[in-house]
Nanobody, 109 residues
Framework: QVQLVESGGGLVQPGESLRLSCTAS???????MAWYRQAPGQQRELVAG??YYADSVKGRFTIFRDNAKNTVYLEMSRLKPDDTAVYYC?????????WGQGTQVTVSS
């Protein structure tokens, strides 16, 4: 079993930056981790994973991992109001999928 704990969401103004983090705990040996988001009334979408970025965030978001801490980060810069959503950490290991509780990111002036 794997548990995911996210942190780092909040309210920012357009153009500002924010970093999300997600730490995995439990039985971990070879785990894939990524970030999704879901805006109100929209489907959940993949934002960033290994070697992948959604077109809407390319050049602005960076995903990176600290394997020693089992933590994945999402560095978000030049944030736009359209980036407002609940951001979810996603992990997969041995064919089992795990989701974090979600963290709200609101971009508004």
């Amino acid at each position: 079993q794997v548990q995911l704990v996210e942190s780092g969401g909040g309210l920012v103004q357009p153009g500002e930056s924010l970093r999300l983090s997600c730490t995995a705990s439990g039985r971990i040996f070879s785990i894939y981790m990524a970030w999704y988001r879901q805006a109100p009334g929209q489907q959940r979408e993949l934002v960033a994973g290994e070697s992948y970025y959604a077109d809407s965030v390319k050049g602005r978001f960076t995903i990176f991992r600290d394997n020693a801490k089992n933590t994945v980060y999402l560095e978000m810069s030049r944030l736009k109001p359209d980036d407002t959503a609940v951001y979810y950490c996603y992990a997969a290991q041995e064919g089992v999928q795990y989701w974090g509780q979600g963290t709200q990111v609101t971009v508004s002036s």
